[in-house]
């Protein structure tokens, strides 16, 4: 039976794709219920192009998901992101009150820092960044796209 170390070194970029993957997943629905309306939210807006929210915000999250679930340009991507929903949280939660369980904020602060992780770790083991990447990048950094 192979030790904790041995285990964890295996699986440690692995998580890394899953956790990307399952938040690529996750924030491309918000996304895909601002765009498409699919799935139907009680409080759904209209999609308008040229709105901050639902149309910029719906394309970001529905595009940005998208990337992220595939870990293409997964830094770059994910830098966005994280300035998006810090954005997202100071103009939409912070003003309703200074707690983010009270104003609504903390998926959008779980958000920004899982984004910014991302940014620093990149897209994982299994990500099409780590295909891109050119033979020497990959073979110094195994792990990490």
Not at 23 to 49: D, I, R, W
Not at 104 to 122: K, N, S, T
């Amino acid at each position: 039976m192979p030790d904790f170390v041995t285990l964890r070194l295996a699986w440690e970029p692995r998580m890394l794709s899953i956790l990307r993957i399952m938040v690529g997943l996750l924030f491309m629905e918000h996304g895909l219920a601002k765009v498409l309306g699919f799935p139907l939210q009680p409080s759904h807006a209209p999609y308008a192009l040229l709105t901050l929210n639902p149309g910029l915000q719906g394309m970001l999250e529905l595009v940005g998901g998208l990337l992220l679930a595939l870990g293409l340009f997964t830094r770059t991507v994910a830098f966005v992101l994280a300035g998006d929903m810090a954005v997202a949280y100071f103009m939409a939660h912070a003003p309703r009150g200074f707690f983010p369980l009270l104003n609504g904020g903390e998926l959008a602060i779980v958000y920004c820092f899982i984004f910014l992780y991302f940014w620093v770790a990149g897209g994982g083991e299994w990500s099409l960044d780590r295909l891109r990447a050119p033979a020497s990048t990959s073979a110094l950094s195994p792990s990490r796209a």
